[in-house]
């Protein structure tokens, strides 16, 4: 009989050795498992695909608004400008609804400011992502027609919705 359990040994210690190198998971500093990370998320991307891609969206939404936050400063605005980069929101955000997949927040390993939380209330995360896309639709609008008061106000209002979102959804730099 013994013949029989030294295998059986054996064959507990690589299950073992295996649980050591890929449990560790739940721990902070752990580097994340290779094919982890390599492994495409609901959109098909990878997780450092996926932050990569939504910085960058993001990076370009947040140069727009300060050439329109600029431009409305300015006593003399420039209209072009400001309505080119009005326009850049909507179509740099087309894909958002995308840009969040379960798996690309921190535990991923992957660098980014996106907490936890988004997938704990997701449905609250949509919302306020529902409310910016109208938000920058009108503000994408107005400046076509304009009328600077009317784009000032239609700027704040989107401004306050990517508030409403970073102050829940977005670690603080
Ligand atoms: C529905 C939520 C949501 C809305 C709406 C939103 N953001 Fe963000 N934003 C985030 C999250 C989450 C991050 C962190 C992303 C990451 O690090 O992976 C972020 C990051 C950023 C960044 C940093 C990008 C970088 O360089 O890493 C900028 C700039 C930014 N947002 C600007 C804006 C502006 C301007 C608006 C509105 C016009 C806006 N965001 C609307 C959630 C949102």
Redo the contacts with the bound molecule.
């Keep these: 009989m013994t013949h029989r359990q030294i295998p059986f040994a054996f064959a507990a210690l690589a299950g073992l050795a295996l649980l050591g190198a890929c449990g560790s998971g739940d721990a902070p500093a752990a580097p994340v498992d290779a094919e982890v990370a390599a492994t495409p998320l609901a959109n098909g991307l990878t997780a450092a695909e996926t932050?990569d891609a939504?910085?960058a969206h993001?990076?370009a939404?947040?140069k727009a608004?300060k050439t329109i936050s600029d431009g409305l400063k300015e006593s003399e605005p420039d209209m072009a400008a400001i309505q080119s980069a009005a326009a850049s929101?909507p179509a740099e955000t087309a894909g958002m609804a995308d840009w969040f997949p379960e798996g690309s927040g921190p535990a991923s390993g992957v660098k980014?400011?996106?907490l936890p939380v988004?997938w704990e209330t997701r449905a609250d995360?949509d919302s306020?992502?529902a409310d910016?896309k109208a938000a920058?639709t009108t503000l994408g609008t107005v400046a076509q027609a304009g009328d600077i008061a009317a784009i000032s106000e239609a700027f704040k209002a989107?401004?306050a919705?990517?508030k409403a979102?970073?102050q829940t959804?977005?670690a603080d730099d």
Excluded: N
């Design positions: 932050v939504r910085q993001l990076k939404v947040g608004f929101v980014t400011d996106a988004i995360f306020k992502m910016f920058a989107t401004g919705t990517c979102c970073h959804y977005r």
